[in-house]
């Protein structure tokens, strides 16, 4: 009896060293959730997205051996650009892998960022979203975990209108142009609509919007009406496919192409190379610049693209406006990582200390050319208040065969839009009962 009492003993003091030797061996991995669209209408945009952002992960694990020793993992999961996939990605996700932990999730698409704002927020996990999603989130004391880093929809609407008036001789020369917005019907497309109409009362221009319906494969009778419209300029905020279709329209109808601004997702070479000649002359904005000049395309073409390690399939790909983007979100995330850090220790992050880490992320001048993104990224500076950070963007012009800058960064009137943020903010913290962070103590 005793014997048996003593072997039941050794098999649970070894069963409780087992325990705490498994606990001991978690990896020391941060997981980055891929979610992405390679199939579908607008895989051509997405594919050299992630293409960026993987050669960027590999390269802080290959070169500088992780975040601060803690290696980085990823996996994929299909979107095809839809909120129902993007949801069903992050459920997936959200718990980690194999042992290592979400810190920063990237919905990429703005129908799943939509989607997922309340279900991150209940999770805490924060959602970066460069470029695209809830331009509210800005005001983090009513969104937490929402970070339309760098340049929302509403920063791009008004960069777009401060172009205009550069070209045209000043403000005051807006009164009496006509402006039309060819938008992707989806909310993504409709984002702007409140912003350009606020800027219309304010500089008198006439503000024309045309929905284009998802994916855009024909566009006869939206040119149609723009021809009938005869705008001084078009913002043209298409996606995918229907970018290209709408240049080459544009130019069958006989709209000038240099008249036509493209957002920030109708401003890559898988936007305009489709289009052929007809896409020589147009113009868009990007906050990420084309092109593979900058220190971490040497440093990335070195260590990565070089040693066959690369996501890129088409190398022509490399230094493209999205496959900049990809390595400006991934580095983001990264470097918010390591700013969390510095409270929390260098170990993988969970996402209330990730997103500790986005809210005081200062990426001055200084700390962009030490990490190789000095030119390519603009100061960004984020904070409980400020979700955004940045406001520029840059306008490029295609010639045929590459972008070349024909502006430095043009910046939003950000003063101006806040007011359209706090109210939007505030009637969603009304419609959900939530009660605003006092983010003076968030310091």
């Known amino acids: 009896m005793k014997l048996k009492k003593t072997i039941a003993s050794l098999l ?60 980085l ?28 932990p979400v810190a920063i999730y990237h919905p990429n698409g703005a129908p799943a960022a939509y989607a997922l704002s309340d279900k991150a927020a209940a999770d805490k996990i924060p959602l970066i979203t460069l470029g695209y999603g809830r331009t509210e989130a800005t005001d983090g004391s009513v969104f937490p975990y929402n970070f339309p880093v760098m340049l929302t929809f509403y920063s791009e609407a008004s960069v777009v209108v401060n172009y205009i008036a550069q070209k045209e001789g000043g403000f005051d020369k807006l009164k009496g142009k006509k402006i039309a917005t060819v938008y992707h019907d989806s909310a993504y497309g409709r984002e702007t609509q409140g912003t350009l109409e606020l800027l219309a009362k304010k500089y008198g221009f006439e503000n024309i919007q045309i929905p284009v319906a998802d994916p855009g494969n024909e566009q006869s009778a939206q040119w149609r009406q723009v021809r009938q419209a005869k705008p001084d300029w078009v913002f043209l905020r298409t996606w995918g496919v229907s970018t290209p279709v709408a240049v080459k329209t544009a130019a069958r109808f006989g709209f000038p192409v240099d008249r036509i601004i493209g957002d920030i997702w109708a401003s890559s070479d898988e936007d305009v190379l489709p289009a052929g000649d007809a896409g020589r002359g147009y113009l868009a904005l990007t906050p990420y610049p084309g092109g593979a000049n900058f220190d971490i395309h040497q440093r990335i073409k070195q260590h990565i693209l070089d040693k066959g390690k690369s996501d890129l399939k088409d190398r022509k790909s490399f230094g493209s406006v999205y496959y900049n983007s990809g390595l400006i979100n991934a580095a983001i995330a990264v470097e918010a990582i390591r700013t969390g850090q510095k409270k929390f220790g260098n170990r993988p992050l969970v996402g209330d ?19 190789g993104f000095l030119g390519l990224m603009q100061p960004l500076k984020l904070s409980c208040t400020d979700h955004e950070g940045g406001g520029s963007a840059k306008v490029q012009q295609w010639d045929g065969k590459k972008w070349n800058l024909i502006t430095d960064w043009v910046q939003a009137d950000r003063k101006t839009l806040r007011p359209l943020i706090d109210a939007k903010s505030a009637a969603y913290a009304k419609e959900k009962g939530i009660k605003p962070r006092d983010c003076s103590k968030e310091q």
């Open 73 to 100: 993992v990823w996996q994929e999961c299909e979107t095809e650009w839809t909120a129902e996939k993007g949801i069903e990605c992050y459920e997936r996700f959200k718990n980690g892998l194999n042992g290592a």
């Open 12 to 71: 649970v003091a070894v069963s409780a060293a087992a325990a705490l030797t498994s606990t001991q061996a978690a990896p020391n991995q941060q997981f980055f959730p891929l979610a992405t669209y390679r199939v579908g209408a607008y895989a051509s945009s997405g594919i050299p997205v992630w293409a960026g952002m993987i050669d960027y992960l590999r390269y802080i694990n290959e070169v500088e051996g992780g975040i601060n020793g803690v290696k």
């Open 353 to 371: 200390e990730g997103r500790w880490g986005l809210e005081r992320l200062n990426l001055d001048e200084a700390r962009l050319k030490q990490i």
